[in-house]
């Protein structure tokens, strides 16, 4: 069974930075992309961010590009995002999730969600 299971969330001032963590259990993620979405009250959920776990190659939603670093720990099956600079509009529920197909940021192709975590910039 598939687990996926995200850490790392708080209540930060804009300008600080978070690193948020996903545990991946339950299979072998090599061929899988995994990646970060993130849902503010009221709006839709959007794609942050994306990795592809074998090769690396990654993918950004623009209004997080410059700011948020996507990395993996293959030996520790965790997937990693970086947030710097956080503004009050990243104030969001951030989730993580795993595709079996290559680098995409449509949701419906992910098969595979964690509970998410809480992410609050303060102004």
């Known amino acids: 069974q598939v687990e996926l299971v995200e850490s790392g969330g708080g209540l930060v001032q804009a300008g600080g930075s978070l690193k948020l963590s996903c545990a991946a259990s339950?299979?072998?993620?090599?061929?899988?992309?995994m990646g970060w979405f993130r849902q503010a009250p009221g709006k839709e959920r959007s794609f942050v961010a994306a990795?592809?776990?074998?090769?690396?190659?990654?993918a950004y939603a623009n209004s997080v590009k410059g700011r948020f670093t996507i990395s993996r720990d293959n030996a520790k099956n965790t997937v990693y995002l970086q947030l710097n600079s956080l503004q009050p509009e990243d104030t969001a529920v951030y989730y993580c999730?795993?595709?079996?197909?290559?680098?995409?940021?449509?949701?419906?192709?992910?098969?595979?969600w964690g509970r998410g975590t809480q992410v609050t910039v303060s102004s």
């Open positions: 999730a795993a595709s079996y197909q290559g680098i995409i940021t449509s949701s419906p192709a992910y098969a595979y």
């Open positions: 339950g299979r072998t993620f090599s061929r899988y992309t």
């Open positions: 990795i592809h776990w074998s090769s690396g190659s990654t």
